[in-house]
């Protein structure tokens, strides 16, 4: 139960929600009239800088570019804000960064603002600027340019020219995917890194190429230290500015409040909670600065900013209501920056999500319940301000509170999609086999959208690239060749299915994803190899545990634990259900020949439309809590994790498997012919371990069983298993403690990851024939929410076909 | 013909994640088999003590397997309806229906069959207070065999819940109630003939059980189901709620409202739907009349 506080001490407020601060209601009004848009300061700059910098140590140029941004930029007025500082020009605005996204920006400029994903707007002055004068540097310099020439030919068929394996991702926009180590950084501030890192460079000597490298990494560190407290007392003059003219005295007081925080925290560490959460907005700001880059996690915000808000509320200086009110003013800024995708790209990561993730809850590093009063705030605001972002996770173990748990529940079926609801237990074992000690595994915290990570110490690109299981299915019974593709050899030739015991079927298909995923891990280190040449990452390297020590950038693997990249499998559930179908039809009852099968996947069923029914209908499906289907989930995602764990990466001791498919169960299955279990060629795969759409007939908690068969903590980059109820099963008290004890069975079961979609399929079809009246309604995507009306038609049919578990 | 006793028993489906019947998340268990015919029953194919074959038009894609391999002629070839007075539920056309439009109802199940599917749950039950539910259909109809379910099921830290119509032998219900942490009863309508117009039975054995089942002390719901022109008269709701006052024991009354679920099964088993075109009573009707039952003094959930 939360602590009585006084009245005089909570303000008003209800932790219910429902709370309309009027400034907060204002800025949520505001923020719906900006159209997402492009904004090329940065690559303007950053072009420029290149230019007068060539011949110099890449570090040093990017530090300098780094800094050169960040001195010259626009500072927006602050308006209503009591958070300043911005990550772009306008809110919903798309940073380019010349240095990776020129590859593709070049041929999409003219039709980015009109593309059906995440379109963002141009101007002709826009377009002419970059295709002057930013363009034609970057030709041949990206990164992906030279990853393009340097992979082999064999894996570019698959990765470049089919799509069979996705792992351009890293090539095309900056990487992101860390969780500043927030602990260190607001003890020290700006300030304290520079001094530091000036102990050491004098400490080294340029004589010795090791340690010049090193001299260099430290200087990179303090140009960008120096930026972030240029731009701090840059946003402090622009409040200043505003306070002068503003007629509201206690308005007036608020700005020359904020100025005076950012004049502080230029070089200072935070001393009380405003400027504990302007400072982590800041230090955002910073990493958007280095690379418009998605998944900068605010981390486990309710411990962070715990001692501050303790003090100020015991020494009366603040209220519960108005912290709320910061914390809702920092959600609204968090949900002003965006990732800026390429149009294949913007297909897997759908809605504009810049994946900022907030945790809150879980155990402390001695392994007792955390849960704090800003554990339920963070809850509250995100029922206040229903964005897109930031992204909120919880974090649940056996001792949670149950008041707590209920108050997940009543976000929860506020049908956001929020909040995602992780079990401690399995992340803490998945930080284990991580390296981490005890106590760094139960200081975890969630990274973008499912990714575990030890808060402040990894690297590890939890996104290195995509494959699905169904494409090795495929491949096994067309003996390497693709339905999609004309029939070309894209696999490997595992041999005429016809000819083979069930057995054998398992293990071509085993033989194909060992092949697809050698392709990605080429992909992977090679891309690797080129960050570490080309985008070292001066600023974001200075904020994470181990750098320093080292002496290296987080793309040299200077970072204290480096794992990964993670190679990301969808369609789990697509392949169990094929490989279900084929048991039972051609083996089990021999209903019909492996051969009739096969001409009915090469016709997309065409003309076979009983054979269809029959293997749609009857096929046992993974979902259902059939231990014989759901076991080859575990058995193939095991596969899948030796696999991946044989390679070593260019940074780190070897890659890392993951099971969370953002959206690209949508992309991944166009690729896809026809499979044993109905589903036709083209339509999207099932997300993640969630079984297939409407083929899990025996409720929710069936479905918890049959994911439980997959063996999740191995897969350390993460696994997700979405969950839709109707609005009638979470009505009432009854509703919420109904939720409650479903999340208790997921801690039970051991299952990491779990969100519940409380909406149902009427709203949805109506939300998609008229978008205007409905552009707030969120739903989930695989792993994290966007607003429905803002999806593409497909992704919007794929969420409606979900089956709602009708109480 | 196979008989049920105390390991076999006969039902059409086992429906999890329930949250209607009891506490928590629960397991239904619906037997097949009933000895009333009430008219607005939305479970038509429970109500036969043999197999039933549906016929879900909507899905069928036309192949006409089910005219081909039917025995007995039975399927039209115009539009595969079924001549239910040849057929002999052989059940050979829905083997053949891979468009699952025709589909087979009922099956025989051992206690150990049902104790399986409810240990997959176990977890899930602990959290919620939630168990088995036998429902149907009429369990009342197959006793050796729900008690024996229930009594095992208890045995094993399930909890346990049934919901009857109340028209049984007082003997089994007794040994069934030792085992239940909770009872559901219909109270469908307090007139004799009325009841008896609407359910085919008149409704002295359903008291006489109600009031004997009230003072076993068992946890008891009176169900009245609201059913327009049927049972919602305000005469009936006032006389249902005095009789639950009345009793002594564990009692509340749970007003039902009316839904036209079962409509469509009608259909599927090709028979007429007597309630055909009646409309559903918006929210504040259920209200009324709740507040209607408190006024008799009776407790209402």
């Known amino acids: 139960m939360l602590p009585e506080r006084d009245k005089a001490v909570l303000g008003e407020f209800s932790y219910d929600g429902g709370n309309h601060f009027p400034r907060i209601d204002k800025l949520l009004e505001e923020y719906w009239t900006h159209k997402p848009m492009l904004d090329i300061e940065r690559a303007k700059i950053y072009t420029r800088v290149y230019r007068e910098t060539e011949g110099e140590r890449i570090n040093i140029r990017r530090a300098k570019a780094f800094k050169a941004y960040l001195e010259e930029r626009e500072i927006r007025d602050p308006g209503l804000q009591l958070i300043i500082g911005d990550t772009a020009q306008q809110p919903r605005a798309g940073t380019v960064c010349p240095e990776f996204h020129s590859g593709w920006l070049a041929d999409e400029i003219d039709t980015i603002a009109t593309r059906k994903q995440d379109p963002y707007g141009t101007t002709p002055e826009m377009v002419k600027e970059l295709k002057e004068e930013i363009f034609p540097y970057w030709e041949g310099k990206t990164v992906v340019d030279h990853w393009r020439k340097q992979l082999p030919e064999w894996v570019a068929q698959l990765a470049l020219k089919t799509g069979i394996v996705d792992a351009d991702i890293k090539t095309q926009s900056p990487p992101g995917e860390v969780a500043p180590y927030w602990a260190m950084i607001l003890k020290k501030g700006w300030g304290g890194f520079i001094k530091e890192a000036e102990m050491h460079i004098a400490n080294l000597s340029d004589i010795d190429p090791e340690e010049a490298e090193k001299i260099d990494f430290y200087r990179g560190s303090i140009i960008t230290m120096e930026a972030m407290g240029i731009y701090s007392r840059r946003v402090a003059e622009v409040a200043k500015k505003a306070a002068r003219t503003e007629k509201d005295p206690k308005r007036k007081t608020e700005l020359l409040r904020m100025a005076e925080n950012c004049e502080w925290l230029a070089t200072e560490p935070p001393r009380d909670f405003w400027e504990a959460i302007q400072f982590i907005w800041l230090i955002l700001v910073g990493c958007m600065a280095e690379g418009n880059a998605p998944s900068y996690s605010p981390g486990r915000v309710d411990q962070l900013l715990w001692p501050y808000f303790e003090k100020d509320i015991n020494e009366g200086k603040m209220t519960v209501a108005f912290a709320l009110e910061l914390i809702e003013a920092f959600c609204i800024k968090t949900a002003e920056s965006t990732w800026l995708l390429s149009e294949n790209a913007a297909m897997y990561f759908a809605g504009y999500q810049p994946f900022h993730t907030l945790n809150t809850g879980g155990i402390d590093t001695r392994g007792l319940d955390a849960t704090n009063d800003l554990s339920y705030l963070w809850i509250t605001a995100k029922m206040d301000v229903p964005l897109h972002a930031p992204s909120l996770c919880v974090r649940v173990h056996k001792g949670s509170p149950e008041h707590f748990l209920q108050h997940i529940g009543k976000l929860a079926r506020m049908g956001l999609g929020y909040p995602a609801i992780y079990n401690d237990e399995s992340a803490i074992k998945m930080m284990l086999l991580s390296g981490g000690t005890l106590e760094e595994a139960r200081d975890w915290q969630i990274v973008g959208c499912v990714e575990p990570f030890i808060s ?20 096994a019974l067309t003996n390497g060749r ?70 290296k950038d987080l793309t040299a693997g200077g970072v204290k634990y480096t794992y990964g990249p993670a190679f990301i499998g969808t369609g789990i559930a697509d392949l169990v259900n094929s490989l279900s179908a084929i048991r039972k039809f051609v083996y089990e009852d021999k209903t019909i020949t492996m051969d009739e099968l096969i001409k009915a996947l090469e016709a997309n069923f065409e003309g076979y439309e009983v054979i269809h029914k029959m293997l749609s209908n009857g096929t046992p499906m993974y979902g259902n809590d059939i231990p014989e289907v759901d076991i080859m989930a575990g058995e193939f995602s095991d596969f899948a994790y030796e696999e991946i764990i044989k390679h070593k990466s260019f940074r780190g001791p070897h890659y890392i498997s993951g099971l969370y498919p953002v959206s690209s169960h949508v992309p991944h299955g166009l690729v896809v012919g026809a499979l ?54 979470v009505k009432g008290d009854l509703g919420l403690k109904r939720i409650s004890s479903l999340i208790r069975t997921l801690v039970d079961l051991n299952i990491y990851h779990i969100q519940f979609n409380v909406t149902n399929s009427e709203i949805l079809c109506k939300a998609q024939k008229t978008p205007d009246k409905y552009r707030s309604l969120i739903i989930r995507v695989a792993g994290y929410s966007a607003y429905f009306t803002e999806l593409c038609k497909e992704m919007q049919d794929d969420i409606i076909q979900r089956t709602i578990h009708q109480a | 013909m196979k008989k049920h006793d105390e390991n076999n028993g006969f039902i059409f489906n086992i429906q999890k994640f329930s949250i209607h019947d009891g506490e928590g998340i629960r397991t239904l268990v619906f037997m097949k088999g009933c000895p009333l015919r009430c008219i607005w029953c939305c479970n038509p194919e429970s109500q036969s003590f043999t197999e039933d074959i549906l016929f879900v038009r909507t899905k069928c894609i036309g192949c006409g397997y089910c005219l081909v391999k039917c025995p007995q002629q039975a399927v039209s070839p115009d539009d595969f309806t079924i001549d239910r007075g040849k057929c002999t539920v052989c059940g050979t056309c829905t083997n053949f229906c891979y468009a699952e439009a025709k589909k087979k109802v009922g099956r025989w199940v051992t206690i150990r069959d049902i104790l399986h599917e409810l240990e997959k749950d176990r977890i899930v039950f602990g959290h919620s207070g939630g168990g088995l539910t036998v429902g149907g259909g009429e369990p009342l109809s197959q006793p050796d065999f729900v008690r024996t379910l229930v009594k095992d099921a208890h045995q094993l830290s399930f909890s346990t819940a049934m919901e009857t119509c109340g028209h049984g032998k007082w003997t089994d219900l007794e040994g069934i109630i030792e085992n239940l942490d909770e009872l559901f009863m219909d109270l469908k309508n307090m007139d004799p003939e009325r009841h008896k117009q609407l359910t085919g039975v008149d409704n002295a054995l359903i008291l006489e059980n109600a009031e004997k089942s009230a003072k076993t002390g068992v946890k008891l719901t009176f169900r009245l189901p609201l059913i327009p022109g049927c049972t919602d008269d305000e005469e009936n709701v006032a006389a249902t709620a005095r009789f639950v006052s009345k009793l002594e024991g564990n009692v509340r009354l749970e007003i039902l409202p009316y839904h036209r679920l079962g409509e469509d099964k009608f259909e599927w088993m090709d028979r007429e739907y007597d309630l055909k075109g009646v409309q559903v009573h918006d929210e504040k009707v259920k209200r009324d009349m709740e507040e209607l039952a408190r006024s008799c003094g009776c407790q209402v959930v």
Not at chain 1, 457 to 472: E, L, P, Q
Not at chain 1, 492 to 519: C, S
Not at chain 1, 677 to 705: I, W
Request: aromatic share 8%; proline share 6%.
């Open chain 1, 676 to 729: 044993p279990y109905g589903r036709k060629a083209g339509t999207p795969l099932a997300d993640g371990l969630s079984p297939k759409g409407g083929t899990d007939l025996h409720g929710p908690t069936a479905v918890l069983k049959s994911v439980s068969k997959v063996n999740a903590e191995i897969h350390t980059a993460g696994t997700l298993l979405n969950m839709r109820l109707d609005p009638v099963s």
């Open chain 1, 456 to 475: 402040g110490k990894m690297a590890k690109w939890s996104d290195g690239g995509h494959y699905n299981f169904a494409t090795a299915m495929e491949f």
């Open chain 1, 482 to 551: 693709s339905l999609m593709n004309e029939g070309k050899l894209l696999g490997l030739e595992t041999g005429d299915p016809r000819k083979m015991t069930f057995d054998e079927i398992k293990d071509a298909v085993k033989a194909q994803m060992a092949y697809l995923i050698e392709a990605i891990s080429v992909c992977a280190h090679i891309c690797e190899r080129l960050y570490y040449e080309m985008t070292p990452f001066p600023y974001m390297s200075t904020l994470l545990d181990g750098t320093y020590q080292s002496g």
